[in-house]
């Protein structure tokens, strides 16, 4: 059961990712997540990457494959994995195939930008305590204030829908071949994103039963 998610910033691919996982006792390997456990432990890739990420630069092809080969020949993920944000792009899925990674199943949770904008744009955060909210799906009943401490909400740099937009288009620009390249081979399939995410797993396990009878 060898899977990958695609989903656009905020469509919740992060989380679909985590409950399939537990589900099908099978790892979830977010490639931030494993990136950043390769710089903490000093692996010669993650040297590599810090080089690179300490100057706000994203690490270069070769330093991220070598990072999932190094995750992906762990013993855990001898009976399959779930890849979320990575490949990125249709040389990174070429690289895949180059390691003899035989990917089942490419997993694209569609959401619009639109909803996607109005999900990201509606979060506050308590910059005393840290805590987060919604405007539309978890307000704070203090209004713009945080509930537990009283101190002024405000809204992420990142989530103000300019930013957001910008994040968005270039997703699309990349990830487009990426699907088409999948698609191609047949393993590609599309789950519209739901307003409830338990609506959005249930699809995303109908879309997994199909593929693997379980
Ligand atoms: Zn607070």
Redesign the pocket.
């Known amino acids: 059961m060898r899977i990958i998610f695609l989903g656009a910033p905020g469509a919740g691919k992060g989380t679909q990712a985590e409950l399939i996982s537990a589900q099908y006792g099978i790892p979830a390997i977010s490639t931030g997540a494993i990136i950043r456990e390769a710089i903490a432990k000093g692996t010669e890739m993650g040297l590599a990457a810090k080089a690179y990420t300490e100057k706000g630069m994203l690490a270069p092809d070769e330093v991220v494959i070598g990072i999932i080969k190094e995750r992906l020949a762990k013993d855990d993920c001898k009976n399959g994995f779930i890849l979320d944000g990575f490949p990125r792009t249709v040389v990174q899925a070429e690289e895949l195939d180059k390691m003899g990674v035989d990917i089942d199943l490419v997993i694209s949770i569609e959401v619009s930008d639109d909803d996607i904008v109005k999900r990201m744009s509606g979060r506050r955060v308590?910059g005393?305590?840290?805590?987060s909210y919604h405007v539309l799906y978890k307000p704070s009943k203090n209004g713009d204030q945080?509930e537990?401490?009283?101190?002024d909400l405000s809204i992420r740099a990142d989530d103000k829908p300019e930013v957001v937009l910008d994040r968005l288009t270039v997703y699309h620009k990349m990830t487009e071949p990426l699907k088409d390249y999948y698609k191609s081979k047949g393993k590609c399939v599309e789950v519209e994103g739901q307003e409830i995410l338990d609506d959005t797993s249930a699809l995303v396990r109908e879309q997994i039963a199909k593929a693997f009878g379980r």
Do not use: A, D
Not at 148 to 151: L, V
């Open positions: 308590c005393s305590c840290g805590s945080c537990k401490c009283g101190s």
